[in-house]
């Protein structure tokens, strides 16, 4: 089975590439853009018997810095 | 004086810290490779440097805080050994857990290589005993993700606790309140940006960093 984690930035910290690519956007004549905001996909090849505590522990330990990043997971 | 310092996949700084290390003690430290499951005994110091460990992949620091080394480097610092985490080295502290926050891509964008100004905040430590409290040192920076953050609690416990140990003097890289290095709670575990190995000998056209290295040197 695969499951993808989504890691983003937390509401409140800074994101500078974010922030550059938002100003590029500009700079090509899209209007309407209020704001970007970028984060990382990883995608998982697992066992199919991986439990949900076992995927949440990866990215808990490794997979994402909860300090400054939240993360989601999805099951496909 | 019995010194070691950690070497990882893209450690780049690990020779200039040990040298660092070796003229201010008269001892060359042992260089400890990441994948190593015991330290040397009765260490006094670990360092642990700067580079790109693993290219950085996953985020500065991440895949080195995983390293079967770091184990033991935790264990250490638990028992009151002094950690001194240098650019990279600071990342991999804090991805380990051994010290607050993390260090994110700098405010600019840019990759920021010059020489920089900072204050010595507390100058009671292992580390920073050499300095006087307020005393201004000028360290080279060469960091990407050096952006320190943290939570407004954290911040304030930090600065409340005197664990800020060296502050930027001028605007480098977005940091929290311009934070450039800090101390765990214990004060044996300090983690810069700025890298005070750089500047210990003629040569290097400064020698702000020796203060450190020679304080550090008396541990033992």
């Known amino acids: 089975m695969k499951a993808r984690v989504f890691v983003t930035l937390k509401n409140g910290v800074l994101d500078p590439q974010g922030k550059a690519v938002h100003h590029a956007l500009e700079g090509l004549g899209f209007g309407g853009v209020s704001d970007v905001r970028i984060g990382k996909l990883i995608e998982l090849d697992l066992a199919d018997n991986t439990s949900d505590a076992a995927i949440e522990d990866m990215c808990k330990q490794l997979l994402a810095n909860t300090v400054i990043e939240n993360y989601k997971i999805e099951r496909a | ?220």
């Open chain 2, 1 to 220: 004086m019995k010194a070691a310092v950690i070497v990882f996949p893209g450690s780049n700084c690990d020779r200039d810290l040990a040298e660092a290390i070796r003229i201010s003690t008269g001892t060359a430290p042992a260089m400890i490779w990441h994948r190593e499951t015991s330290l040397p005994e009765g260490l006094d110091l670990i360092g642990v440097p700067g580079g790109f460990s693993y290219g950085d992949y996953l985020r500065s620091g991440a895949m080195a805080a995983q390293s079967p080394v770091m184990r033991e480097v935790k264990a250490a610092a638990g028992k009151g050994v002094a950690v001194l985490g240098i650019c990279n080295g600071f990342q991999v502290l804090t991805e380990a857990g051994l010290l607050p926050g993390a260090l994110m891509r700098n405010a600019g964008i840019k990759f920021v290589c010059r020489d920089v100004a900072l204050s010595v905040e507390n100058s009671r430590s292992a580390f920073t005993g050499g300095y006087e409290a307020g005393q201004g040192v000028v360290f080279p920076v060469a960091h990407h993700d050096g952006n320190y953050s943290a939570d407004e609690d954290t911040l304030d416990r930090l600065e409340g606790e005197g664990r800020v140990a060296f502050r930027y003097a001028e605007e480098v890289n977005g940091s929290a309140r311009n934070i450039a290095g800090i101390l765990n709670d214990g004060g044996n575990v300090l983690g810069m940006m700025p890298h005070p190995e750089r500047v210990v000998e003629g040569a290097h056209g400064r020698l702000d960093g020796l203060a450190m290295f020679e304080a550090l040197a008396r541990l033992g």
